[in-house]
């Protein structure tokens, strides 16, 4: 029996007793007086502006640096013939534009030379195939079938 009053009619009576006092706190309430809201002036002071012309002059330090910066190479070494007036610091100028003319006589001497060493490869890796052709060949007549890798 002590258990089921404390378990049972005890939380009812809490919360009717809650319930009533929110039930009387409701009835009883009085309306808010009204008031006027008073309307304040900003804090602010206004200014009418006028154009006029001013130089002003900052004093600071420090480097200037460029935004972009490229670096120029040739793609084959020679002389050079003529510059052209775009290639200065902080000029620009237009993609594929001639900045520099070198001399072709020594561009057309290092395309005959390596048109020279291509040409003495191709000679070398002929010799190979046929020296390769013949070590096979003599592998078949002194042992038949077919030669190792490293023939």
């Not at 395309?111 to 291509?118: D, E, I």
Request: charge should be positive.
């Amino acid at each position: 029996m002590k258990t089921f009053l404390l378990h049972v009619l005890l939380p009812l009576l809490v919360l009717a007793g809650a319930g009533g006092v929110a039930w009387w706190l409701v009835a009883t309430k009085k309306p808010a007086p009204a008031q006027v809201p008073v309307v304040q002036a900003p804090l602010v002071r206004t200014v009418v502006a006028v154009p006029e012309s001013l130089q002003l002059v900052v004093a600071s330090q420090g480097t200037a640096a460029a935004r972009t910066q490229t670096t120029l190479a040739a793609e084959v070494g020679g002389r050079v013939l003529a510059v052209a007036p775009e290639l200065r610091d902080g000029a620009f100028f237009a993609a594929g534009a001639e900045l520099v003319r070198i001399d072709p006589v020594e561009h057309a001497a290092a395309v005959a030379q390596a048109k020279a060493v291509h040409a003495r490869a191709e000679r070398v890796l002929a010799w190979e195939r046929a020296a390769a052709a013949a070590a096979v060949a003599v592998w078949q007549r002194m042992n038949g079938g077919t030669p190792p890798a490293l023939v």
